[in-house]
């Protein structure tokens, strides 16, 4: 009947936000009542711990249950978006190597300007110092004050490369590359915690500069 109000059935109604709650929201009231009993219990006795246990397997079930309805939801249309993606993911990663492809040659290119800057303004400098001692040599013969030279101003704002789509543009930047850790000072280190893990694991039980200690780390499975 057109018009009519779906019910809270839980069936899924259509493949539209609204379908997709309506089919979930009769899970809402079972995780608010759950979630005001697990605020309320206190873990004090055996008794209370087998009650908190069977919430726990009760959170689990009902978790398992919504990721169950969730997938039934979204099974028609996440297949078809996973073939959608699958289509064009290879498309994708040949435009990223192409991406990365140009830009290394324009970075490529922009390092070789700004080489050829530095060498012109080492030169000039070169040529500001000669003439400095030129015209200090002359000024102290003379016996009079010497003029000071200015450096020439080498232009450090490097231009943008327009065309019609985009724009491109270099900044020089500091990178590293590590080629002998052993080398490298110790506070540029970092812990390596699987290491550690692993070496508690395997029984180790002292180690300079960490704790190790023990915990009740819980686990608990669903049974029935």
């Known amino acids: 009947m057109r018009g009519a109000v779906a019910n809270d059935s839980g069936a899924v109604v259509d493949l539209n936000i609204d379908g997709a709650r309506r089919a979930l929201r009769l899970f809402e009231d079972k995780v608010s009542v759950m979630e005001s009993e697990a605020q309320a ?14 919430m726990t397997g009760q959170v689990k079930r009902l978790a398992n249950q919504i990721d169950a309805r969730r997938k ?14 699958g289509f064009v993911k290879p498309l994708a990663d040949r435009l990223k190597a192409l ?11 922009a390092y070789q300007v700004e080489l050829q800057r530095r060498e012109i303004e080492r030169k000039q400098n070169e040529a500001r110092i000669e003439l400095q001692r030129q015209v200090d040599a002359e000024a102290k013969a003379k016996g009079v004050e010497s003029v000071v030279i200015a450096p020439v101003a080498m232009p450090t704002k490097k231009e943008p490369v327009r065309s019609d789509s985009a724009v491109s543009s270099a900044v020089m930047v500091w990178k590293h ?25 395997a029984g180790i039980r002292e180690i300079p500069g960490v704790r190790v200690f023990e915990d009740a780390e819980m686990r608990v499975r669903r049974v029935g």
């Open 41 to 54: 219990i206190e873990v004090k006795t055996s008794a209370a711990a087998a009650t908190a246990t069977e």
């Open 72 to 85: 039934e939801i979204i099974a028609e249309p996440d297949s078809f978006v996973r073939k959608v993606n």
């Open 99 to 109: 991406e990365a492809l140009l830009k290394r040659k324009l970075s490529d290119h």
């Open 177 to 201: 590359e590590v080629i002998d850790a052993a080398a490298v000072p110790r506070e540029y280190l970092m812990v390596d915690d699987k290491a550690i893990v692993a070496a508690v694991k």
